[in-house]
C-alpha cells in the first residue's frame, strides 16, 4: 500500500510547513521514492478561488483547473511534484460532498454527524493520493493545532493512521522554538504545549520537527524528546536559512529527516546524491549580474498575492546568473504619481494578472511607459488585457477602447467576456480553468523563447482578447505571438519593433521551477540584463 506521511503544525501559523514538506518530497524524490502532496484547508470556501489575496494570498491553478492553496506551488517548485485536484481539499469541499450525499438520500436515514461521516469523507480524500505507482504521500494538515476548525482533519488523521497500522502512516509536527532577545534564550515550553494539545486528541508525534533562528543545544533537544514523548533522535532542528529556501533541502538532509521518516515506514534508505543540487545551489547564492523588475499590481503589500511571479522572476535570475530585485509599484499610485519617477530606474515591468477596475488606470500607464519608453515589458492575463487598451486608445486612436468587465457600454470592447460565461452565475470554480494548448505563430519572439509552435499553459479569467479588433491591431502593430488551436483565442501577444514587450493570456508562472526557469520570463531578464548593460556604457 501507499505508506503515508501527515504534518501538523504548532504555536503559531507561517511556520512553512509546506516549505517543510516540499523539501522533504525532495530529498525522498532523490533516493528513488514516488512521491504525492496534499494540503488540507480548513477554513469553509470550496476553494480559494473567491478569496481575497490580502487575506490569502495568491490562488495557485494545477493542470486539471483546480483553484488551490498556494503551498502547492511549493511542492511543484521545490518538489517538483505535479498537483492535480486531489492535492487540495477544505473543510469547505468536504462538507459539501457531505451535504449533497445526504440531499441524495446516501446515508439511508441516518442521522449524519462530524464523526463517522465528516471523517470518513475527509479519509476518502486522504486515499485520493493512493495509487500502485505512489510509493509515500505526504498530507499538510493546514491550520495549528489547537485550532478549532482543524479538529476534524486532525480526527481523520488519527483513525486513519491507526486503521493504516504500524509502519504505513507517521505523523510529523513542526513547532516553534522562540528565542527570547531580552533573556538570551530559548524557549522549548510553547512546543510543549502545542505536542501535549496533539496528544489530547489521541496523536502522538513520531517526528518533531524545531523551527528556530538560532541553533539548539543537546539540552534543549533532551527536553523536548523527554516533555514531547518523542525519542531524542527524533527531535529535529530546522533552522532558518540565511539567503534561499533553497537550501532548505539541505538543512534537513543534514538533519537526515528523510532517513527516519523512511525508518519509521520501514522503507530502505536509498542512496542520496545531492553534488549535483549543491553545486547548482552555488550558482543560486552567488550570482554574477543584477537587474531591477518593477512589478505593478494592486495587491503589492501583499507578497504572497505574488508569490508565484516572484519565484519566476528569481528562476529567470538563476538561470542568467543575475539577482533580480524587485520593486512593488502600487498600480493606484501610477494613476496620479509620474511614471517616470516611479518606473524610471527600472530594467523591466511587470503587470501581473488580477480582477476588478481599481488600479487599472495605473497599470494602462505602466503599459503605455513601458512602450514609449521601450523598456522591456512582461504582461500576464489582466496584464495582457491592459496591454491591448492601452495600444487600442494611444496607437489606433480608439480613445473609449476598454474591457467589457470596467466598462460594459463602451464602443471599441477590444477585452470582452468569453462566450461560455455569459451564462454563468456562480463565481467559484467557473473561469477558464487550467491547461489549454496554445499554438505559437512561427518567427515569433515567442516560438523563438519557447522553441516550439505548441505549448500547453495554465489559465484563470473570464475576458479574452476580442478577436473583432484583431485586424486593426494588426494593422497597427501589435502582433498575434499566439492563439488556441482553432485561432479562435488570442493568448498572446507582441510588440515586434521594441526590444522585448510580451503579453499573455495565461499565467506562465505556475509552471516555472527553479531549475527549468519559464522561457517568457527567462525573456524578459535577458532584456533586462541588456537594457541595464547598454545604461552603464
Known sequence: MTKHLFITGGVVSSLGKGITAASLAFLLKQRGYRVAMQKLDPYLNVDPGTMNPYQHGEVFVTDDGAETDLDLGHYERLAEIACTRNSNYTSGRIYDAVIRRERAGGYLGGTVQVIPHVTDEIKAAMRTLHAPEIDLAITEIGGTAGDIESLPFLEAARQFALEAGTGNAIFLHLTLVP?????????????????????????????????????????????????????PGQVIEELDVRNSISEVPLELARQQLDVKVLELLRLEPRNLELEPYRAWLERVLHPQHECT?????????????????????????????????????????????????????????????????????GKLRAARYAREHDVPFLGICLGMQCAVIEFARQVCGLSDADSTEFNPKTGHPVIDLMAGQRQLTDKGGTMRLGSYPCV??????AAQLYGTERIDER???????????????????????????????????????LRYFIACQ?????KSRPRSAHPLFVGLIDAALQARERENR
Open 293 to 361: 523588475v518593477a512589478v505593478v499590481g494592486k495587491y503589492v503589500r501583499c507578497r504572497d498575492a505574488y508569490k508565484s511571479i516572484y519565484e519566476a522572476l528569481a528562476h529567470a535570475g538563476i538561470a542568467r546568473q543575475a539577482r533580480v530585485r524587485t520593486v512593488a509599484v502600487e498600480a493606484e499610485e501610477l494613476e496620479s504619481g509620474d511614471p517616470a519617477a516611479l518606473l524610471g530606474a527600472v530594467d523591466a515591468i511587470l503587470i501581473p494578472g488580477g480582477f476588478g477596475r481599481r488600479g487599472v488606470a
Open 440 to 445: 505559437l505563430t512561427p518567427g515569433s519572439r
Open 179 to 231: 528565542y527570547l532577545r531580552a533573556a538570551g534564550e530559548l524557549k522549548t515550553k510553547p512546543s510543549q504545549h502545542s505536542v501535549a494539545t496533539l496528544r489530547g486528541i489521541g496523536i502522538f508525534p513520531d517526528l518533531l520537527v524545531c523551527r528556530t533562528e538560532v541553533p539548539l543545544e543537546e539540552d534543549h533537544l533532551r527536553k523536548l524528546a523527554l516533555f514531547c514523548n518523542v525519542p
Open 459 to 497: 489559465h484563470r479569467h473570464r475576458y479574452e482578447f476580442n478577436s473583432a479588433f484583431r485586424s486593426t491591431l494588426e494593422t497597427a502593430g501589435l502582433r498575434i505571438g499566439g492563439t488556441s488551436p482553432d485561432g479562435q483565442l488570442v493568448e498572446l501577444i507582441e510588440l515586434p519593433e
Open 506 to 510: 495565461f499565467h506562465p508562472e505556475f
